[in-house]
């Protein structure tokens, strides 16, 4: 068992050799509701979730592969390793079935889970997400970077600049700064190998074969994985149900009482 900031974490070992730290919160009889982190992030992000979710639901929440205190292995990740994770994870905590939340590049790793192992999923909610995220260049000059010496000071101001509004930026510095240290704590190893995931992940024509009932939420002021993204995602997955919000990225903080809202309106619903 691992800590930080004062929260105990457990860990386990992939069947590659990753270890991967995470965290239950929630009664053992409630159905489990697993949360997957933003890229340069970890399961801290989801620290303002816990109290409303807990009381309904038990929360597993880990550090992707390359994030917080999980292990960053060196070389390229891929969307399906990062999801292989989670069904290790559920195997290993003997979870047959789970409702699954991924926001940015957990809404990645939720849209794989959703195509290839459908009946591990019960509801499936993609946040602030995208089928695609190319081209190529953008992704491999920062791995470049990343693999050459640059530290995370120099990702700081991009991150926080395309999760957050200004506003919230200038003047709620409080709720801005435990992610300026989720960033600056993630590894430079680690983040290039999540960005060359999600270069390389492409849904566009494989959602439709994603069977469960999926709630997309889209941020309107969204930079990153755009509002048109979140539309593409509702016209492929069938049945799937569109909101957008009046946000940024990080939808889960900058609307916090809403995100719970329509996030447990939908996993209780029929």
């Known amino acids: ?57 038990r929360l597993l929440r880990f550090d992707t592969r390359g994030h917080g205190l999980s292990e960053s292995p060196v070389g390229d990740y891929s969307v399906a390793r990062l999801a292989k994770d989670v069904i290790e994870l559920m195997d290993y905590l003997g979870i047959e079935k789970a409702h699954f ?11 794989w889970l959703g195509v290839h192992v459908p009946h591990r999923l019960d509801k499936l909610i993609l946040a602030n997400t995208s089928p695609y995220l190319g081209p190529d260049t953008i992704w491999n000059e920062n791995i470049h970077l990343l693999r050459n010496g640059s530290d995370m000071s120099h990702f700081e101001e991009l991150f926080i600049n395309g999760w957050f509004p200004k506003q919230m930026i200038n003047n709620q510095k409080n709720r801005v700064v435990p992610f300026r240290k989720m960033i600056l704590s993630t590894s430079p190893i680690g983040l290039a190998g999540a960005y060359a995931a999600v270069r390389d992940a492409d849904f566009r024509k494989t959602n439709a074969l994603i069977p469960n009932k999926t709630l997309i939420l889209a941020g309107e002021h969204d930079q990153v994985t755009k509002p048109e993204h979140s539309k593409l995602m509702h016209e492929v997955i069938r049945g799937a149900t569109l909101k957008v919000l009046p946000v940024v990225h990080l939808s889960n903080i900058e609307r916090i009482n809403e995100f719970e809202r329509l996030v447990l309106q939908f996993l209780s619903s029929p």
Not at 39 to 51: K, N, R, S, Y
Not at 101 to 111: D, E, T, W
Request: hydrophobic share 35%; net charge negative.
């Open 101 to 111: 939340c991924g926001l940015s590049l957990g809404g990645f790793i939720g849209q």
């Open 1 to 57: 068992m691992v800590k930080k900031n004062g929260l105990d974490r457990k860990y386990f070992t992939t069947q590659d050799g990753c270890e991967i730290v995470y965290k239950i919160d929630g009664e053992v009889t409630n159905p489990v509701l697993v949360l997957s982190n933003s890229i340069a992030t970890d399961l801290a992000m989801w620290d303002g979730q816990v109290e409303a979710f807990c009381k309904s639901y």
